[in-house]
């Protein structure tokens, strides 16, 4: 990565815009002065060394990247003109048309990271227009592999129901784990160690896809082939609709999130 590339992120007092600066900083792909950052209302106490600003157009005209972490629905009243910069969304809905068309630049990415961006383990699908170039790529891939993977996808239709997938981070595994310590704290366990059991099964769980090359599907197969508690659970789950609610929930969040851009 160059070391004269300046980046602004525009949102990063927020969770995923703050996460996103401190894993690029801590990765090196830009020195703390080439970092610029913006807030609302009060100055967050971190990142430093980097330039902080309430004016979003001084951030955009400062950068040669600029990367939007605002809700969706705050970025329709945010007037930043980019000028041909290569500009990244990372907000779910917003369509590239409509953000080179508001931003002023055919050099767009749509992209959707997750929570887990904080500890450097995001899952990133992205996309880009036709303007963006290898250079361009190569930044954006920088960028998000400094918070954890990502993968180019083939249009946007597949970043919709990412956003779902992937893109809703830890909130799932913490909805089963949520589930688990009810559970287990109606039966009488105490809640400490409730939680601390459900988490650790969680951890465990992602470490151990870390380490082996071996696909979800072929883990639950070989717990089913023995047959023992773990195969009486699964299938009591999918017996009361575990598959059906999940596809559901992916479902709703696609909708939500084709319908979020219609409005923008």
């Known amino acids: 990565m160059s070391s004269s590339l300046r980046i602004g992120i525009i949102g990063a007092s927020g969770w995923l815009g703050g996460a996103i600066a401190a894993s690029i900083l801590d990765a090196g792909l830009v020195q703390p002065h080439d970092l610029c950052v913006s807030f ?14 309430t004016e979003n157009q001084r ?10 972490s605002v809700r ?16 990244i969304s990372v907000m779910a809905g917003v369509r590239l048309s409509q953000l080179a068309e ?18 450097g383990k995001s899952y990133t699908p992205w996309v880009a227009t036709a303007a963006v170039s ?7 891939r920088g960028i998000f592999e400094a918070c954890g993977t990502a993968d ?8 919709d129901y990412l956003t779902g997938l992937s893109g809703s981070g830890p909130a799932f595994p913490a909805l089963l784990a949520t589930a688990m310590i009810k559970d287990a704290v109606a039966y009488g366990i105490s809640p400490t160690v409730a939680e601390r059991a459900a988490i650790s099964v969680l951890i465990g769980t992602g470490r151990l896809f870390e380490r082996r090359d071996e696909c ?7 717990f089913l082939d023995y047959r023992g508690t773990t195969a009486a659970a699964i299938e009591a789950m999918r017996s009361a609709g575990f598959d ?16 979020m851009g219609e409005r923008s």
Not at 59 to 68: C, F, N, P, Q, T
Not at 72 to 87: F, I, Q, T
Not at 152 to 159: D, F, M, W
Not at 248 to 258: E, P, T
């Open 244 to 259: 059906a609610a999940v596809g559901a929930g992916l479902a709703a969040a696609l909708k939500k999130s084709v319908s």
């Open 216 to 222: 979800s599907a072929r883990v639950v197969e070989t």
């Open 59 to 68: 951030l955009a005209d400062r950068s040669d990247v600029i990367i939007l």
């Open 134 to 140: 290898d250079r361009d790529r190569f930044i954006v």
């Open 40 to 53: 609302r209302t009060e100055r967050p106490d971190r990142l430093k060394g980097s330039f902080w600003t």
């Open 102 to 119: 508001h931003h002023n630049t055919d050099r767009v990415v749509r992209s959707l990271p997750n929570a887990a961006a904080e500890v």
């Open 72 to 87: 969706p629905g705050d970025w329709p009243p945010l007037a930043v003109d980019a000028n041909g910069k290569l500009v």
């Open 152 to 159: 180019e996808v083939a249009g946007e239709g597949e970043i």
